[in-house]
Each structure stands twice: as structure tokens, then as C-alpha cells.
């Protein structure tokens, strides 16, 4: 980069509307996050159906939104869905819904492990006392199966936050957008993506930590029971 003057200051100037991207950023891949943990669990259950057709239903929901790019995914659900049937949705909740399928393709997976993960013994014990299939389920199998979901829905969720980056391209006033217009106006393309690089590496590092904490005392939790 031979005749590249470099301006950290523009970087420190723009805290403010870094800090607001940052923030929306947050924001959409939060939103995102929960709508993946509804769609997740939904087709999860779904692909554990004894009902045979419930079951290619949700294996082929959960298959398709695997094989569907996040980026063609945004313009689908943004331009298409306005285009072909008149539903106006603004960009940030286009970008949360993309996110949403996304993510839940893949918290299916992570839940429906987790499930299974955890032996038929401990749902037939709670039959046995009385409790109803759907009581079993959330009180019995699922609180021991968080266990083993936390830590891979921690990794689906930092996927998402990265994932969360190609927003900008319909108009979401992220830390990528705001990054776009300041180096444009300030010709400092290298400082403003540097700033941005250094704080998704932060966030990610200080989810990974949060996540490893809450692992070891959920597992402390499941060996004092």
C-alpha cells in the first residue's frame, strides 16, 4: 500500500455511529437468534413425528433452508416477497427473518441431537408417575438436554452475528453500512474495516467465553442432581 496515508482519527470520530451499527447489529442477530430457536424447535419436533408425513414435511423444510444461501435468502424474502405478493416488510425485519430460517435450519439439527442425546429411560420414568407426554417433554427431557444445545446453539448464534455482516447490502444501518459510507467520504477504507474486523472478533470472543461459563455450570448443575 505504497503512498497509503493512514487516519486512525476518523476511526475514533466515528465512534458514534459505530456504536449505534454496532448496536442494530446486535439487535438483528438477537431478534434472528430467537426466531432460529422457534423455527429450530418447531421442525426439530417436527422431524421426531411418528407421524410419517410431518416427518418429510420438516426434513424438507429444514433441508431446503440449509441449501438456500443467506444472501439469496435476504433478496427473496426483502424484493420478492414485495414484488410477487405485496408484503411490505421493512429491512431490518427482512434481515431478522432471514436470519431466523437460517439459524433455525440448524438449531433443528442442534436440537433435535440434543434430544436424542438424552436416554428414552428418563421420559418413560416421567410417563410412569403420571406426568403427560407434553409435561415429560419440558419438564423432564428438554431442562436436560439444554445441556448438551447450549453449546452448539452458541456456535449457530455466532454464525449468525457473522452472518449479520450482508445486511448492509438492503439498506440495514449496520456497523458494515456505516463502515461503507464513512470510508467512501473519507477515502479510509483500510482503518474504518480494520475497526469493524477487531469488533466482531471482540463480540464473538465474549460470546464463546459466556457461553463456556454457562456450559460448566450447567454441567456442575447436572452433576449435583
Do not use: C, H
Not at 14 to 21: A, N
Not at 47 to 55: F, L, T, W
Not at 106 to 115: D, K, L, N, S, T
Not at 181 to 209: C, D, H, K, Q, R
Amino acid at each position: 500500500m505504497d503512498g497509503y496515508i493512514y487516519n486512525w482519527n476518523v476511526v475514533w470520530d466515528s465512534l458514534p455511529e459505530l456504536q449505534q451499527g454496532l448496536i442494530i447489529t446486535l439487535q438483528i442477530s438477537i431478534v434472528g437468534m430467537a426466531l432460529a430457536i422457534i423455527f429450530g424447535l418447531t421442525f426439530a419436533m417436527g422431524r421426531m413425528s411418528n407421524y410419517g408425513y410431518v416427518k418429510k414435511f420438516s426434513t424438507g423444510v429444514v433441508n431446503f433452508a440449509r441449501s438456500i444461501p443467506l444472501f439469496v435468502l435476504l433478496f427473496w424474502i426483502y424484493y420478492g416477497l414485495s414484488l410477487k405478493f405485496a408484503i411490505n416488510l421493512t429491512a431490518f425485519q427482512a434481515g431478522a427473518i432471514a436470519l431466523g430460517i437460517t439459524g433455525g435450519a440448524y438449531m433443528a439439527e442442534v436440537f433435535r441431537g440434543g434430544i436424542e442425546a438424552i436416554d428414552l429411560g428418563q421420559r418413560e420414568a416421567a410417563l410412569a408417575i403420571g406426568l403427560s407426554s407434553s409435561k415429560a417433554f419440558t419438564l423432564v427431557v428438554l431442562p436436560q438436554a439444554i445441556r448438551i444445545i447450549v453449546p452448539q446453539g452458541v456456535n449457530v448464534y455466532v454464525g449468525l452475528l457473522k452472518g449479520a455482516t450482508i445486511v448492509s447490502v438492503i439498506g440495514v444501518a449496520d456497523m458494515i453500512y456505516v463502515a461503507q459510507y464513512i470510508s467512501l467520504n473519507s477515502f479510509t477504507p483500510f482503518e474504518m474495516y480494520s475497526a469493524v474486523g477487531i469488533a466482531f472478533i471482540s463480540l464473538t470472543l465474549s460470546v464463546a467465553g459466556l457461553a463456556y461459563l454457562l456450559e460448566r455450570r450447567l454441567n456442575r448443575s447436572s452433576a449435583n442432581v
